[in-house]
């Protein structure tokens, strides 16, 4: 089958099987052909997310599919956003915009009010686009979730886009995902999948033939390639938080030692890549029950989706007596967002924006307050570092308005507008801005204050670069003479 204009989705077996990098790759070849792509999203959950050109903010994972596409990224490539804010609730991201809190169970009985909306979205990139490469949410084999499914097949049917399945052969049980999946799924469902790829292999393909043979025995799909394991992909800004639990360190003692604890509603956590990419540092991620290291140089509170909630996580972890001892040693210390809220003396949520309305004394290493009301900031913005003539780029996210002494002295500029705060000795900063380390010269200067030397380069080049790999790889893995054809290109 052949979608009414060139299109194809890429569902999984499961989450974190990579079909966000599978579909940059694939933006990236296509682009590289010069085709015209947009990346699409109909659902996505996550509480890493990027501010558009227009306005709104969309999944990471999207951006990055709209960079590897060369083209800004849209609210419409990922219209109905939800980032957790407990176990069971998230918030609602309609195009962009908050549209409210909703527990779990109330979400779906409701996300198929959406589906005109996502079509809407949909149709608008096909308009412009010679191919939409679309990635689905989880699995398709999550039967249970079917029912007002906007996700995977309930938007592939409604939309009539072929499905390819992915599946992580990293994980184990390959034949079993994908055999399973064929299984489980109703015949229309099934119909809709037009071929697979196997993700991450190591080692000699050929070892694995007969096990390709297998699966399309069983399924009647059409093998459509096995991409190898490939180290670059790990360098790519990550969306699921899943990628961070997995490993406290990148590499060995370096010059610096950058420590961010794992709140547990951590957000935005790209704003770290290029800090784990520079040899001069050592990075670390805390986890829960793990003390922040007594050899830090700097510690970072990171971005969150519940402020109040990470607060409390924060110190049921024993981090704010950490951080406080980290301090009397003469550490630094940056919070970002909801971090730069949680250095000051108290954040209140009359409104319940976050979670339960209500209020908590903050860390006190700032002189600041906050109050969470209003509307949502979103936008891009760029400036110098206080410190010195550096330059950044970045964007705000957040509710919140903070006042109080400390931002008398700024920690940067946006235009000629002071922003941020930060302590008399300098040591303890904070701000609202993501993206703080993407450009050299912001990032060089972080360095240097705390006694290392930056590699200076441009994060935004890095990135580009390893997308270009990626699709260099997937020319050789992947069967895009079949991929083309299921797409319904000439």
Known sequence: MAPIKPAVMIQGCGSDVGKSMIVAGLCRLFANRGLKVRPFKPQNMSNNAAVT?????????????????????????????????SDVGAQVVIRGKVAGTYQARAYQDRKGEMLDVVLESFQLLQSEADLVIVEGAGSPAETNLRHNDIANMGFARAAKVPVVLAADIDRGHVIAA????????????RAMIQGFLINKFRGDPALFTDGRTEIVRRTGWRDLGLIPWLAEARRLPAEDAVILERSASDVARARVKIAVPLLSRISNFDDFDPLRAEDSVDFVYIKPGEPLPGD???????????????????????????????????????????GLQMLGRRITDPEGIEGPAGSASGLGLLDLETTLSGEKVLKPVSGVLASAPAPFDGYEMHVGRTTGAALERPFLFIGNTADGAQSADGRIAGTYVHGLFAR???????????????????????????????????????????????????
Do not use: Y
């Open 53 to 85: 050109a227009d306005g709104g903010e969309i999944g990471r994972a999207q951006a990055l599919q709209a960079m590897a596409c060369r083209t800004p990224a849209t609210v419409h490539m990922n219209p109905v956003l939800l980032k957790p804010q």
């Open 178 to 189: 994908l055999v399973g999946a064929a299984a489980v799924l109703d015949d229309a469902d």
């Open 296 to 338: 830090a140089d700097l510690v970072i509170l990171p971005g969150t989706k519940a402020t109040l909630a990470d607060l409390a996580f924060f110190r049921a972890q024993g981090w704010d007596i950490d951080l406080a001892a980290h301090v009397r040693r003469g550490g630094r210390v940056l919070g970002i967002c909801g």
């Open 440 to 490: 050299a010269e912001a990032r060089g200067a972080v360095l240097k204050d705390l006694g290392a030397m930056s590699n200076a380069t441009h994060h935004a080049g890095v990135v580009d670069a390893l997308l270009d790999s990626l699709a260099q790889s997937f020319e050789k893995a992947v069967d895009i003479a079949a991929l083309s054809a299921i797409a319904g290109l000439p």
